[in-house]
């Protein structure tokens, strides 16, 4: 008879171990809790997207030692690799490496365009063990294909099966810094979009790990233990290998960019600031805008114990306007970090050494689909009809000329909505405009409308309109800007949000020139799904209610697929191909699961078509045993 192996994990319950954590709550949340959120959108709109991390599911711990046996230090020196494996800087940043593909036979192959031949898209997924099962399965072949919330969560779920505390962690405005100067620099032509291609961009938001840990290798005294940021997603090369971290929290606050690892990148990532340049026709470029704010925005988590939003932005930077945050950043800026962030190879190696209603029992066994499609009369409540009304602007005041001035006010540009940015209707937004100029000024306002990749990558431009107005003293100018659903549909649905761009040259000056820009999220339809029963028994079956509704008013959707998913309750994804949804038309899909694990478990629906792309709902349900 063949023994069991013997698989020794960290402990966070134990205080000599370097992942200890005190708090009992933290470690049921940060290593037991195979539920989660993650947080998307943008600064002004985020969202909330249901993760079931699985970390506890069939083959966990042979799929995770099997990323550890792949990585390209045990490929090259086997025994090294593993009497390391005690220090959890080590396996983070060997964890970290191992999640994406570039470099090794990792998980998940990251995919930021449109088109997602032979796998799916990165929305699609809900949780992580679907993800690393597949991987498993197919002798270590990428899984296509993730983003960085995949990444982030996929991480998230092996590092909590080793028992290492682990959150996953968002922050919106969130820059990429390439050159390292701490500077994102952004160039526009003479009509208001980004136009000159530049390494460096502010992602609407990016999701990274932390995890919990104590940092020796920097100081006996426990300064930098604790949370470490470590970050899956392939965008730099950390010694020649694109990972990220650990880098210490507390070492970002403070500006210690000197320090291991790959702290300058993260802290950019959080406070680098922006400068807008203006290209001329010439080639010469002018800086019209310095931005110290921007970035680092909504930094989030889940809270411990429940699905609230905590801000953990202090935790990265001190207050945006103090003389503390500045003076940070100075310090920042100063540090030589060439040294800890070189490129070369060896130095992975190097930095690797270890340092000191109750369902009865005969319920019928029903496990068939029943779909049903609803006519839904049309009522009043069709205000987004595509209608001919005409949305002109308004402008406060009386007649007048703009006058020339040697150094005019600046202009104040403000973005209002009228109505929530919701998809599959009309978006409306107000333009307000605002000067203490003195005197009338003739304003150009070019206003463009572009599809963008959250990642700052714009995809089509949807609309671009340019007027003339005059804004006059002490009244405000407000245009209306009107967005049908039959112009942007097309364009978002591989795309993340809108840029609205807003550029206003004073005609009698044009040297001086004033930008703005909106980032849209569209807030998804409405999808529900419940159980049946309220009462819900394990190995026994259990009925599941799913209801959408095509919210258009002339776009049947087509391609339709729902997705059912959850640890505990399905052992694979469940997909249902439902018919085509004419427009307010509803559609119920009634079909069966039957749970296989007691305790408190997360269903996840997961709605596709053609036109809306993975709309997603969750609902807890307790297993009895």
């Known amino acids: 008879m063949q023994l069991p192996s013997l698989v020794v994990l960290f402990n966070p319950w134990c205080p000599e171990d370097w992942v200890y954590l005190r708090d009992e709550k933290e470690r049921q949340e940060y290593v037991m809790n195979e539920q ?67 470099d090794d036979r990792g998980v998940l192959e990251g995919n930021w365009g449109d088109s997602f031949p032979n796998g799916l898209s990165p929305s699609h997924w809900s949780g992580s063990y679907a993800i690393l099962k597949h991987w498993y399965n197919t002798d270590a072949h990428p899984v296509k294909y993730g983003q960085c919330w995949v990444f982030a969560g996929v991480m998230c779920s092996v590092m909590r099966l080793l028992g290492i505390p682990c959150r996953v962690v968002s922050n919106f405005e969130s820059a990429h810094d390439n050159n390292k100067n701490l500077v994102i620099d952004t160039f526009y032509s003479d009509y208001g979009v980004a136009e000159k291609p530049t390494h460096d961009s502010i992602w609407n938001f990016h999701v990274w790990t932390e995890a919990w840990m104590k940092r020796p290798d920097l100081g006996a005294n426990g300064k930098y233990d604790g949370w470490q940021v470590l970050d899956p997603t392939p965008q ?81 930077k001190h207050k945006e306007g103090t003389e503390k945050e500045r003076t940070v950043f100075d310090y920042a800026v100063t540090r030589d970090y060439s040294k800890i962030d070189g490129d070369e190879g060896d130095e992975w190696d190097e930095d690797f050494e270890v340092e000191g209603e109750e369902i009865d029992d005969d319920e019928e066994e029903d496990t068939g689909e029943n779909v049903e499609v609803d006519e839904v009369s049309d009522g009043t409540d069709d205000e987004e009809e595509e209608d001919d009304e005409s949305e002109d602007e308004e402008t406060s005041g009386g007649a007048g000329d703009a006058t020339d001035v040697v150094i005019p006010p600046p202009v104040y540009i403000q973005f209002e909505e009228m109505t929530p940015p919701t998809n599959g209707k009309n978006v409306r937004l107000k333009l307000i ?28 431009n949807i609309q671009t309109q340019v007027k003339e107005k005059i804004l006059y003293p002490g009244t405000d100018t407000v245009i209306f800007i009107r967005i049908p659903f039959s112009l942007y549909h097309k364009a978002m649905v591989h795309s993340d949000n ?31 799904v419940k159980f049946v029963k309220c009462r819900v028994r394990v190995d026994c079956i259990a009925r599941v209610e799913v ?18 998913s959850g640890s505990g309750l399905l052992g694979d994804e469940l997909k249902i191909r439902t018919p085509d949804l004419k427009p307010r038309n509803r559609i119920r899909v009634n079909t069966a699961i039957t749970p296989y694990k007691t305790g408190e478990k997360t ?23």
């Open 36 to 102: 989660g959120t993650i947080f998307t959108g943008s600064k002004n709109y985020i969202f909330s997207l249901p993760w079931d991390y699985g970390q506890f599911e069939d083959n966990m711990v042979e799929i995770c030692l099997m990323i550890l046996d792949l990585n390209r230090k045990h490929l090259i020196d086997p025994g090294d690799d593993v009497s390391a494996r005690c220090n959890p800087l080590y396996v983070g940043r060997v964890v970290s490496a191992m999640i994406n593909t570039q």
């Open 236 to 316: 730099e090369q950390s010694f020649g290998v694109y990972c990220c971290g650990p880098a210490p929290v507390r070492a970002i606050l403070d500006g210690e960019t000197d320090l291991k690892y790959d702290i300058p990148f993260v802290f950019a990532e959080v406070n680098a600031d922006c400068s807008d340049w203006l290209l001329y026709a010439d080639g010469s470029k002018k800086k019209i805008f310095s931005d110290t704010s921007r970035v680092g925005q909504n930094t989030s988590t889940k809270a411990v114990g429940s699905k609230t939003r905590v801000d953990i932005t202090n935790t990265y």
């Open 433 to 460: 405009l605002q000067s203490k100029s003195k005197t009338p000024r003739l304003l150009s306002i070019n206003i463009s409308v572009q599809a963008m990749r959250y990642n700052g990558r714009p995809i089509v």
């Open 498 to 528: 809108m840029k609205v761009s807003v550029r206003v040259t004073d005609v009698k000056n044009p040297e001086y020139i004033y930008l703005a820009e909106d980032d849209i999220v569209l807030i998804n339809p409405p999808i529900s």
């Open 547 to 564: 209801i959408f509704m095509n919210p258009t008013i002339n776009e049947t959707l087509t391609g339709c697929t729902l997705t059912l």
């Open 603 to 625: 269903l996840v629906a997961d709605f596709d078509c053609d036109t809306f792309k993975d709309i997603k709902c969750s609902c807890k349900v307790n297993i009895r045993a």
